[in-house]
């Protein structure tokens, strides 16, 4: 098991330990001072909020379901100029 220095700001690198390339993790630390790192994804607060809506959520296991007659296209955009603009 390799060992891990800690610099005099209490800081060490990952990279000769991990097995995975995750970005973010969720630290625990027990009273004995053992760290746990669990890999952690974050989402935005937007992303929650579809998540938690049950529309939302409907709706894209609908647009998994690979049944196309739920899928809606959505218009051309015009621009500027009021020619279509291609999708």
């Known amino acids: 098991m390799p060992e891990l220095v800690v610099d005099e700001r209490g800081r060490t690198s990952l990279a000769r330990v991990r097995s995975h390339h995750y ?5 625990e630390e027990f009273p004995d ?3 746990v790192l669990t890999p952690a994804v974050t989402i935005s607060a937007v ?3 579809a998540l938690r ?3 939302v959520r409907a709706a894209v296991a609908a647009a998994k379901s690979g049944d196309p007659s739920e899928l809606r296209r959505r218009p051309r955009r ?3 100029d009021g020619a279509k603009q291609a999708d």
């Open 53 to 55: 809506d049950p529309v």
């Open 33 to 35: 001072g053992t760290l």
């Open 47 to 49: 992303e929650l909020a």
């Open 78 to 80: 015009r621009t500027h």
């Open 23 to 27: 970005d973010r993790y969720m630290v």
